[in-house]
Every structure is written in C-alpha cells, then in structure tokens.
Nanobody, 127 residues
Framework: QVQLVESGGGSVQAGGSLRLSCVASGWSNRGGCLAWFRQAPGKEREGVARILIGGGGTYWTTYYSDSVKGRFTISQDNAKNTLYLQMNSLKLEDTGTYYC????????????????WGQGTLVTISS
C-alpha cells in the first residue's frame, strides 16, 4: 500500500524560501513519476514540478511549469524514499495547498495520470 505524506508547509514572506518533503512509503523509487501539484483558493489543482525516474532508478528527468521554472527545484532521496520541492523567491501567487502525487505508468501534469496522492501541506506567502 502506497502512502504519501507531505510536510514543510508554512507561512513565509514574499522572496523567502521553503522546502517541502513527501515521504513515499510503499513506493518503489526504481521507476515511475513523482510530482508536486498545488491548489490555490478557488482555483483548480495544477502541476508545478515532476520527476520521471527510469533505468531502475539510475536516471531521472525533471520538468517544471513556466510559473515556477528557475525558482523551484524538485529532487528525490532514494535512501529516504522522499521527494522534495525546494521553493525559492516565493511570490504571493505561490500560495496554496501543495500535494505530492505518484504515477506508476505515465507522467505529465494531468491529474488523472496519478494513482496516489498525499493529503497536502499549506503554503502561505505574505507581502
């Protein structure tokens, strides 16, 4: 059974940084797609970063939405089975609940591709 648990959310001023973590228990990090989505109040959930893992975990490729490219970095620690999202130069529009998601067979920013979701962690950016 796969369980995703996010942490690291909080309140920070614009321009600041946060690092989100997602522990993926029951998930094999030898392949598949892991992603971070976010949902702002009153808006649809959108993908912000994803990592496609292949070759039995020996290589990976990252993708970012245009809104976070150059500011956010997605990474994973195989030994800890943990996915991270380093968020720098935070903006007011980065406010929202951030979700970790895992997909076994496909990869993209389409929510329907993902088989497992975490409960979310709230990020609030203030001016």
């Amino acid at each position: 059974q796969v369980q995703l648990v996010e942490s690291g959310g909080g309140s920070v001023q614009a321009g600041g940084s946060l690092r989100l973590s997602c522990v993926a228990s029951g998930w094999s990090n030898r392949g598949g797609c892991l992603a971070w989505f976010r949902q702002a109040p009153g808006k649809e959930r959108e993908g912000v970063a994803r990592i496609l893992i292949g070759g039995g975990g020996t290589y990976w490729t990252t993708y970012y939405s245009d809104s976070v490219k150059g500011r956010f970095t997605i990474s994973q620690d195989n030994a800890k089975n943990t996915l991270y999202l380093q968020m720098n130069s935070l903006k007011l529009e980065d406010t929202g609940t951030y979700y970790c998601a895992a997909a076994r067979w496909s990869c993209g920013f389409d929510r329907s591709l993902f088989d497992y979701w975490g409960q979310g962690t709230l990020v609030t950016i203030s001016s």
